[in-house]
């Protein structure tokens, strides 16, 4: 259990996105509610499930996760890395535009008590139970793998320091309560400077360039470089996170924090969003044409072995980070431009996602470890292994969530009105 690669498999963080619920989820400009960030937010959790649920079929997969299936396939590993690149960018530039815009709504008191309430106490609270259950599933998986038996001599526990802290894939939670002091206080102390329209200016002047053809490329520039000279750096993995430790490293602080800020920037640009709208074919072309590249020089399955420092190490980290930014641009302008009008399933479904995302890993493990050495084919077990996962997780937002006080910590009152009126 090493980086993402482990627990989260690299990037399993939910959606930084999700607790900048959907309430949020409008323009600067007009106030109008954006339902395709609403789906966008949904479809990028659902990915996540999706991408932890096919770690244990592909190729290595006994190296890097608790669980090996006794049916591989190599046909995994693109969908693995495709998926694995531009979720965690996609996350925090959304978390980025949602906590600017909750800062503008509640001020800043009225932001710090609502993100200690959406992010900090699930992160408190929710942690300890995740983690006994992610045990739990480790250990039924051990017994599976030895025959109904477990092994004499168990793993050495983790440490609980802040160089070894098991976060799992819970890591998104501290990243984003880190990242939200930091903004906070460089805010803070600009507006006290009385320097934030001059900023804003800046901001302005900024965007139309980052947001535009060339921006993915020139977004990928520090994060390439912070990737080059990250040590002993598995490039086939992306970004190393923090689930094991609570000292995010340098290329987690430039990826996410980056990912961040041009969300919080983009939160007061008018023009950018209609301008990926007709422009998201392109963006995700490019993605695509790149993504391939990234697999034609990393190579389809996953390496463990860590990346050369030469340049073509620095290329593949380049190429890397700007398939992420296109994705980044192309998706969000898809979403925005065939998800214009409300869905109340799609509503749903974005309501319950944040619940699914920090449950669901060990659900998936459990799931996993049980079919682990059927004789099914690999593609009949990963749907077993998903649609176990998706339906355990709603049913229990269903009716252990939707109508509580989990329910109206994680996302409002909202459901709480709707049940009301429909007892009514």
């Known amino acids: 259990m090493q980086n993402d690669a482990t627990i989260n498999a690299g990037n399993a963080g939910l959606s930084a996105i999700a607790p900048a619920h959907a309430q ?13 960030l609403d789906a966008l937010r949904a479809g990028a959790l659902l990915l996540g499930v ?21 049916q591989k396939t190599a046909l995994l590993g693109p969908v693995f890395f495709v998926i694995h690149i531009f979720r965690m960018p996609l996350f925090f530039m959304l978390a980025g535009y949602f906590a600017h815009l909750v800062l503008q709504k509640k001020g800043w008191a009225g932001f710090i008590k609502d993100r200690l309430k959406r992010i900090t106490l699930p992160l408190l609270l929710g942690w300890p139970v995740i983690f006994a259950a992610i045990v739990a599933a480790i250990v039924l998986a ?40 930091v903004y906070l206080g460089l805010w803070a102390v600009c507006r006290q400077l009385g320097i934030l329209p001059q900023l804003k200016r800046c901001a302005d002047w900024l965007m139309p360039v980052m947001s535009g053809w060339l921006g993915p ?3 990928a520039l520090p994060v390439a470089l912070a990737l080059f000279y990250t040590p002993y750096w598995v490039s086939w993995f992306g970004v190393p996170t923090p689930d094991q430790s609570l000292y995010p490293g340098r290329a987690a602080w430039i990826s996410f924090g980056m990912a961040f800020g041009f969300g919080w ?5 008018a023009t950018t969003l209609p301008r990926w709208q007709r422009r998201w074919p392109w963006h995700l072309s490019l993605a695509f044409l790149m993504a391939a590249c990234c697999l034609y020089l990393g190579g389809l399955t996953p390496k463990l072995v860590p990346a050369v420092h030469d340049d073509s190490k620095l290329i593949f980290a380049w190429l890397y980070a700007a398939t992420a930014w296109n994705f980044c641009f192309g998706l969000t302008g898809l979403a925005l431009k065939f998800m214009r009008q409300a869905n109340p399933r799609l509503r749903y479904l974005a309501d319950a996602s944040y619940w699914i995302y920090l449950v669901h890993l060990p659900l998936v493990m459990v799931l996993q470890a049980l079919v682990s050495r059927s004789e099914w084919h690999w593609a009949i077990k990963l749907t077993a292994v998903l649609l176990g996962t998706l339906v355990l997780a709603l049913l229990s937002y269903r009716y252990l969530v939707r109508f509580t006080w989990i329910g109206k ?4 009152q909202r459901h709480v009105a709707h049940r009301q009126h429909a007892r009514a």
């Not at 920037?265 to 640009?269: A, C, F, K, N, T």
Request: without cysteine; proline residues 8%; charged residues 10%.
């Open 409 to 412: 910590l994680l996302n409002g």
């Open 142 to 181: 051990s017994w599976v793998r030895n025959g109904g038996s477990l092994p004499q001599k168990s793993p050495p526990p983790p440490t609980f320091t802040a160089d070894s802290f098991p976060l799992a894939h819970l890591w998104f939670l501290y990243m984003l309560t880190l990242l939200y002091a």
């Open 24 to 36: 949020a989820t409008q323009t600067a400009a007009t106030g109008e509610r954006l339902h395709g």
């Open 217 to 219: 490329m020139l977004l």
């Open 265 to 269: 920037m983009l939160q007061q640009s």
């Open 50 to 70: 999706l991408l932890h649920a096919s770690i244990s079929f592909l190729p290595g997969a006994k190296f890097f996760w608790m669980v090996s299936d006794n």
